[in-house]
């Protein structure tokens, strides 16, 4: 409780205002006042209309609105975006950035040199033809930093080599022995699962291999496109004739230039009839062009790839989880079907399991995600195991208390992964050379610049780093 | 513009939500015709095959739906009526059937416990 002496005295500073003018102007209580601590005069104001008030609406007259359509007040008058626009918007992949600055000693990669060791730790541009390609089979996704550079550029890091790797073995295995290797990509979020399956779609447009690219499993399975039973299938099997008919066009559009120098040798019986002395992508055209007869149209492009002396294949899908459970379409007495039941995926899974071979040697590939992701136990489970085996650990053991799907066990049994983990110090330094090369990093890259993005990155992670080197300014 | 059960539809109207204009067809009855006839939850009416068109028909003139529907409601409500029952005789005053109260909220009593339930006559979306 302040003393008597005390409020006195801070009355009396404000009732001096006048003569302390200096004072009296930078005081927060200006107004004048008679007498301090009196409310009196401002009660007894006369009351003026305030500022910015507006007289009350008369009486009986409706002010509340609260109408929708067209007479409403206020109503968003924009123009509205035409169908499939905002869907185009989405998914539009931009691939150049004309304000990024071009790096004069950006090396282009070619077909000598796309499966030699010395790439590792370098970053190297893809030339146009395959950037075509891989934009056509849907290898660049929107989430990835494309849009920064000038031009597509990647970096060739230890899993890329190892990948490098595996495709060279195929190729030099000789007449007789071709190998088909299995791949799952697994990794953590953001680790470059999905532009490591894009390097290897890469390398193999570059040694002509035919691509087979099925680019989100998620759209297969989450019952956007037609299906219908196959006939004569037992159990009965589903045909997606929309979604295999844009499949071969984007077959057909990717590897143009090796399908068009494969004669058709076979005598397919097919739906449609094929023009005398077509080729492989006269056949693929048909099919994209005739949805219904899309599917025996694959079959047969499949077994016109599979003659001895065609080029090898690669055949890759991303998005994994979404195939290894019950897909959103409906069987005739409305149970869901699984997966599996589609005749794309069960094509799939029959080369990833290694159930079914490629003849002409070739690599399967398939990429995990954890940035949308159903949860699928029985595939955590397996891959786990064949990480733990490839990679040392002790092996899990199933817990028993969660649904086991056993058709998915069964697929993922004895497949590989290859794990996708974070970059070493040294590719973080390459990389972020590249970013500063391209305009893209303002300050210096030492030593310590790369160990701080590179922690800051979870000791290296990919997506992580583009993140705190170059999307996240402060 | 096609034809459902002798009612037009524009192309881009999704089959599901053609199919639940009719009385009678809701999402559980619709999710079971369309997997019937194995037609996708996001098929839009004017992508439908003819034969799939003609089998969606088939199947809805099979069903009891729209007025033979209404009908039916309607002559249980009059057969409760002329038995005399409580039910009956609440339906006619339009008031609650069920042991609900009275003293208030009854609007959904009085607006569906009638004779005529169901309305006559197709409700165009």
Partial sequence: MPSSTCLRRFSQLSLDNASYAPIASRNLLTTPQASCFSTSRARYANPTARKGMVAPPKRGTKTLNVKKGKSAPGRDTGKRPAPGERKAMRKRIVLSNINALE?????????????SKNNEGQVLGLPNEVVDALRAVEAFKTTQGWSLFRRPATLYRKETTEVAELIKQVEEAGEGQKKTIRRVLIGDRMSGKSTLLLQALMMAFMRDWVVVNLPDAKDIVIAHTEYAPLPNSNPTQYTQD???AALLSQISKANEAVLQNLPVITNPTLPIALPSKSNLKQ??????ANPEASWPIFNALWAELTKPGRPP????????????????????????????????????ISHLSGQTSLPNGGLVLAATTNSNSPSSPAMEFSLEVAEKKRYGGEVPRWNPYKHVDERVTSVLRDVEVLKVGGLSKEEARCLLEYYAASGMVRGR?????????????????????????????? | MVFIFGFNFPEQTLVKRSLETFYGIGPKVSR????????????????????????????????KIENDLRREVQDNIRRLRDMGTY?????????????????TQITTARKLNKMERGGSGRVQM
Wanted: hydrophobic share 45%; net charge positive.
């Fill in chain 2, 87 to 103: 039910r009956g005789r609440r339906h006619a005053m339009g008031l609650p059937v069920r042991g609900q109260r009275t003293r």
């Fill in chain 1, 313 to 348: 294949l690669i055949l890759a899908i991303d998005n994994l989880s979404h195939i290894m459970r019950h897909s959103a379409y409906l069987s005739a007495d409305v149970k869901p079907i699984h997966a599996f039941d589609l005749t794309l995926i069960s094509h799939f």
């Fill in chain 1, 103 to 115: 790096v004069r000693t950006l090396k282009d990669l070619d077909k000598a040199n796309v499966l």
């Fill in chain 1, 445 to 474: 890259v030492d030593e310590g610049y790369v160990g701080e993005k590179w922690s800051l990155a979870g000791m290296g992670n990919c997506g992580e780093l583009e993140r705190v080197a170059i999307r996240m300014r402060v």
């Fill in chain 2, 32 to 63: 079971r015709i369309m997997a019937r006839f194995h037609i996708h939850h996001t098929e839009k009416v004017g992508s439908l095959r003819n034969p799939q068109i003609l089998d969606l028909n088939a199947e809805l003139s099979n069903m």
């Fill in chain 1, 283 to 288: 056949l693929a055209d048909i099919g994209a």
């Fill in chain 1, 242 to 244: 929309a979604y295999t």
